[in-house]
């Protein structure tokens, strides 16, 4: 099996027997945010909070 099914059987797993389906959804794409962020992050494709603050403000003008 490969890594990808691995992860999703293990996050599927883990949800309580009476999760919906969205609730399910939810949790593997916060997962998958979870990877991407830190394969990001290992590749240095980070930006410092100092930018990441002045990005913020500019959304609220």
């Known amino acids: 099996m ?5 992860k999703m059987t293990e996050v ?5 027997e009476d999760a919906s389906y969205d ?3 939810r949790e593997l794409a916060f997962e998958r945010m979870i990877e991407r962020g830190l394969e990001d992050s290992r590749n240095g494709r980070v930006i ?4 990441m603050d002045h990005r913020i403000r500019s959304w609220q003008k």
């Not at 490969?2 to 691995?6: A, C, I, L």
């Not at 599927?12 to 309580?16: E, G, Y």
């Not at 410092?48 to 930018?51: A, L």
């Open 23 to 25: 609730e399910i959804l």
């Open 2 to 6: 490969s890594n990808v099914k691995e």
């Open 48 to 51: 410092s909070n100092e930018d």
């Open 12 to 16: 599927i797993q883990s949800q309580p």
